[in-house]
Each structure stands twice: as C-alpha cells, then as structure tokens.
C-alpha cells in the first residue's frame, strides 16, 4: 500500500505540468494567429482606405465631373439652340422616260447607274417604217404641189375669161374652189411632212435631263409601245424632306442654317438651309387623311415636312438618291440668351466641384497630421 502511494503522488505534478506546458503553448498560437490576422486585416482596410485618399485621385475625380460638366453644357447649349430629327431622307424630281413612237428596240446606248448628260441618246428604235412614212409624204406634198400649180393657172385663165364674160360664174367659182383646195392639200401635206420627221426623229430616245439612269427596263428586241416607261432619270441636284414635330417649329424659318448628316456616308457634313415648311402635316395629305371627328380622339403629336436645300455641290464619288436616310440639324438660335445661362449654371456647378475637391484635402491632411 504505501509504494502503491509514493508511485501514485510522484507521477500526478509530472503530468499537470505537462498539462500547463501545453495549454500554455496553445495560448500563444492563438494569440499570434489572433495578431497575424488583426495585421493583415488593418492593411487591407488601409489599402482600401488610402485609395480614396490620395489627393491624385480626388484631382483626377474632379476634372472628369469638370469635363462632364462642360460635355453637359454644350449638350445643353446645342439642344436649345438646334432642332434636330432623324425622320429625313433625301428627295428629287425624278424624270420618267417614254418613247413617244412604238417599234422595235435596236439599240440601247445605256446602263443602270449610269449618268447621262441632257441630250445623250438612250435608245434607238427601228426607223426604217418612219423613213418609208416621210418619202410617202414628201411625195404626197410634190405631187400636192403639181397640183396647186396647175390649179392656180386654171383659176387665173377663167378670172381673165369672165372679166371678158366669155365664161360664166359657175365656171369661175369652180375654178377658185380647185385652187383653195389644191393650196389646202399642199398645207396639209408640209404638215404630214413635218409629222414624218419629227416620228423619225423621236425613234432616237434622248435624256431629257442631266441624271443616273434607274430601272432600267428595256432591252434589244422588245417592242415599245407610246408611253411605255423605259427607265427613270435620278438628277445631282437633290434636297432634304425632314419631317420635324409640330412642336420643333415654333423657332424655325425659311433661311435659317443646317447640317445634314448622310447615313450612308459615315463623317460626311453636309451644308444647307431650310427652304420652305409646308403648309399642313403630313398626315393631312396623305391617301386616307384622319378624320379627327369620328370616334375617339386621341391627340397625336403631327409631323410636318420641311424641305431643305443643298448649299454644297454634290460630289459625283458620294451618289444622293432618293430615300436615302439623313439626319438634318437646323439651327434656329444663335443662342446669345442662352449661352451666358447655360455657362453661369456650369461655372457654378464647376466650382461647387472644385470647392469640394479642395475641402476633402484639406480635410485628409488635417486627419493625418
């Protein structure tokens, strides 16, 4: 019993030191583990922190909301002082070519796309029947003229002969009546002469206008009949229909500047002015107008055509034909009033950005010192 005693009391302070040592050890683990994290944890906070604390920045931060701010104001400026829509397209007079006699196509002198000059042959029809049409009545109008001449001496001879009453009135009036009518034969004849050479001549289709050759839809061999469309005829000199909101006209007048823009060019400006507003909407003269008194009545902002011109000359390189989309901006102030509003508001906010700019440094600063 008492070895049992001495070997049980011996071993019991060995183990609570060992006890001791170890929670000891686990104590510090946590304790550096606890400040390895605290660390790192500080300097994230002070990265993320030191980032919108740095003077570059809150500069940089500022001349972009002053950058801003100027984009914002001559975006304001431009829209009170331009009326702008992109319901445009280019429009022309376009000029539709018919033959004026029927036959035979024989030549075709053209080609889609092509530009013409006034007076340059399109297409030639057959002209044979036309040439045998004048013979016959150039020999009409001689064999017309015979007559007349011999009609003219009967006349003369019987006039001599009842001045000497050798004739008598019957006889004369007779003779008078032949002549007239051989005088009207002949007239009649220069006139189918003239018709002649006129046929023959319209058997060459000519270009009525300067102008780019579109649907063309003739070709060698078919017959023409008169009246038939053959192609049409795009002139260079074109303008713009803009269809501008009623509400964008209050401000606009004939005269007045405007840029157009060509959606099929990219960087293309085109410079021009507002020529005339027509008189009622579009909608008005259209193949079922509204009728405004039936029914329900919703109210419709109306569009109104306005036709601008063209300043520039038209490049050949950079076709304009009708439909084509555009995108005109009249300017319809020269926006005096405006300006000093709309640059006291940007000035103003302007500095409010730069005061505050400046009270956040300095704030920084006295929080570091």
């Not at 972009?64 to 319901?87: C, K, N, Q, R």
């Not at 007779?174 to 009207?184: P, Y």
């Not at 405007?258 to 909407?281: E, F, H, N, P």
Request: proline content about 4%; hydrophobic content about 45%.
């Amino acid at each position: 019993m008492m070895k049992t005693e001495i070997s049980n009391n011996g071993t019991a302070p060995v183990e609570a030191r060992e006890r001791h040592s170890a929670a000891v050890t686990q104590d510090h683990k946590r304790t550096a583990s606890a400040r390895f994290d605290d660390a790192s944890d500080g300097s994230v906070k002070e990265k993320k922190r030191s980032l919108f604390r740095r003077q570059s920045v809150i500069v940089a931060a500022a001349a972009l909301a002053i950058l801003g701010l100027s984009y914002g104001a001559f975006a304001m400026f431009h829209s009170f002082t331009h009326e702008m829509t992109d319901d445009a397209f280019i429009d022309a007079h376009t000029v539709s070519v018919a033959p004026k006699v029927a036959g035979h196509v024989a030549v075709v002198r053209v080609d889609d796309n092509q530009l013409v000059k006034k007076g340059d042959v399109l297409v030639e029809v057959d002209p044979r029947d036309f040439q045998v049409a004048l013979a016959q009545a150039k020999a009409n109008l001689a064999k017309d003229k015979a007559t007349q001449i011999q009609a003219g001496l009967n006349e003369k001879r019987a006039l001599d002969l009842f001045a000497k009453k050798v004739i008598s009135t019957q006889e004369r009036d007779t003779n008078t009546a032949t002549a007239e009518s051989s005088r009207a034969s002949v007239q009649a004849d220069e006139a189918a002469v003239e018709q002649a050479e006129l046929n023959l001549g319209y058997t060459k289709i000519t270009a009525p206008i300067d102008g780019y050759v579109t649907k063309d839809a003739v070709a060698i061999g078919d017959y023409l009949q008169v009246g038939q469309a053959l192609m049409a005829l795009v002139p260079p000199r074109v303008w713009v229909i803009a269809n501008f909101k009623e509400t964008q006209l209050r401000s606009m007048r004939p005269g007045q500047p405007a840029t157009i823009s060509v959606d099929a060019y990219t960087g293309l400006k085109l410079q021009g002015r507002v020529d005339s507003i027509q008189a009622g909407s579009g909608a008005a003269f259209s193949m079922l107008p509204p009728e405004n008194a039936t029914g329900n009545y919703v109210k419709v902002v109306q569009r109104v055509p306005v036709k601008i011109v063209l300043d520039d000359q038209q490049n050949l390189q950079r076709v304009l034909g009708p439909g084509m989309s555009v995108v005109p901006s009249v300017t319809v102030s020269d926006g005096a009033g405006v300006v000093f509003k709309v640059a006291g508001v940007a000035i103003i906010l302007a500095l409010g950005v730069v005061v505050a700019a400046a009270l956040w440094i300095r704030r920084l600063r006295e929080g570091s010192s």
